[in-house]
């Protein structure tokens, strides 16, 4: 099984940006396509974007366009997502996750086998 460990949350302003890293081990990593959800207090889990196994498939949703983008380095078995002109509704916890029988992303926490931890991000004047 894989296991993840994101860092890189955190408190900051509007406007600002962060990037988190998910650090993954166990597995094959570059066999699997890798996402990115965040839940906000009294929220559900919510997809925000994805990225395939060889990173040139990617999905987001509407509300972070133009503003995150995600990559990935398969020799560090890493995937970054980078936040840029952070907004407040952008609070949550954010978590990655691996879906390990796919190297295509999907929008469905279900369909994700591994999840990190979360790290906070709090954007906030």
């Known amino acids: 099984q894989v296991q993840l460990l994101e860092s890189g949350g955190g408190l900051v302003q509007p406007g600002d940006s962060l990037r988190l890293s998910c650090a993954a081990s166990?597995?094959?990593?570059?066999?699997?396509?890798m996402g990115w959800f965040r839940q906000a207090p009294g929220k559900a889990r919510e997809s925000v974007i994805g990225?395939?196994?060889?990173?040139?498939?990617?999905y987001y949703i509407d509300s972070i366009k133009g503003r995150f983008t995600i990559s990935r380095d398969n020799a560090k078995n890493t995937v970054y997502l980078q936040m840029n002109n952070l907004k407040p509704e952008d609070t949550a916890v954010y978590y990655c996750?691996?879906?390990?029988?796919?190297?295509?992303?999907?929008?469905?926490?279900?369909?994700?086998?591994?999840w990190g931890q979360g790290t906070q991000v709090t954007v906030s004047s």
């Open positions: 166990g597995r094959t990593f570059s066999d699997y396509a």
């Open positions: 990225i395939s196994a060889s990173g040139t498939n990617i």
């Open positions: 996750a691996v879906r390990a029988g796919s190297r295509w992303p999907s929008s469905r926490p279900i369909e994700y086998d591994s």
